[in-house]
């Protein structure tokens, strides 16, 4: 096909049909080189004594990698260790399920010493500019020397 034959749209709003088409293409391509596997959902959450949620971390499992979108905790907990007790149960549960490493991204002004202290390490940066703070790729291998 000649690129020059191509309609190329530009789409200013959130459009749940052309993200679930253009996974859909991602899943397939995958599919066919690693084989059929599902993503399955992976939260832990913590709930204060009304049910109120007051941190958690949530992601997702595939082909053996916990990859982790998110880790909050409210700013009146944070220091306590919650942060730490909802990652290992996270991570407990990524290696019930056979994962070999975890996988996170996070801001320079967030938490990379945070997952450093939890094991993690920076496998790749995005330095800092003008209005834009640095970003840190982190993984953490789940093997005998990490645990």
Known sequence: MDVDSVAIEIIHEENQAVLDELVSGVRQYNIDHMGDEKTKPLSVVARDHVGKLIGGVSGVTIYQHFLISV??????????????????????????????????????????????????????????????????????RYDEVNG
Request: glycine share 8%; proline share 4%.
């Open 71 to 140: 880790v909050w905790v409210d700013e009146v907990h944070r220091g306590t260790g919650l942060g730490a007790q909802l990652m290992m149960q996270a991570e407990s549960e990524a290696k019930q399920r056979d994962c070999l490493v975890a996988q996170l991204d996070t801001l320079s002004f967030q938490a990379p010493t945070f997952y450093q202290k939890m094991g993690f390490e920076i496998v790749g940066t995005v330095p800092a500019f003008s209005n834009s703070p640095g970003r840190f790729f982190m993984m953490k």
